[in-house]
């Protein structure tokens, strides 16, 4: 059974850190794009970046560029979430998801991903 485990949430004063990861079991996910979604309270799931199988290509949301870093390690099946500066506005459920396709692109549309995790609380205090 696919599973991906999503893990380092937690809460932080605005302006701090957090790393998340997501750890992915059942199969391989070395040869597909991975991301991580969001969601707030009484809000719709937003994207906020994806990654490519290999790292080549990423894409993220305005509203976390150039304070967000995603990255993989295929050894391992997980992806991780660098989160810096961190706002009260990111505050959120975070979803790390997979597309099932091999070599598949990256998206922004939470449509186009298979698996899903449970997600991790993110609170930004300010």
């Known amino acids: 059974q696919v599973q991906l485990v999503e893990s380092g949430g937690g809460l932080v004063q605005a302006g701090g850190s957090l790393r998340l990861s997501c750890a992915a079991s059942?199969?391989?996910?070395?040869?597909?794009?991975m991301g991580w979604f969001r969601q707030a309270p009484g809000k719709e799931r937003e994207f906020v970046t994806s990654?490519?199988?290999?790292?080549?290509?990423?894409y993220y949301a305005n509203s976390v560029k150039g304070r967000f870093t995603i990255s993989r390690d295929n050894a391992k099946n997980t992806v991780y979430l660098q989160m810096n500066s961190l706002k009260p506005e990111d505050t959120a459920v975070y979803y790390c998801?997979?597309?099932?396709?091999?070599?598949?692109?990256?998206?922004?549309?939470?449509?186009?991903?298979?698996?899903w995790g449970q997600g991790t609380q993110v609170t930004v205090a300010s």
């Open positions: 998801a997979a597309r099932a396709a091999a070599y598949s692109g990256i998206s922004d549309r939470a449509m186009m991903y298979d698996y």
């Open positions: 990654i490519g199988w290999n790292g080549g290509n990423i």
């Open positions: 059942g199969r391989t996910f070395s040869t597909n794009a």
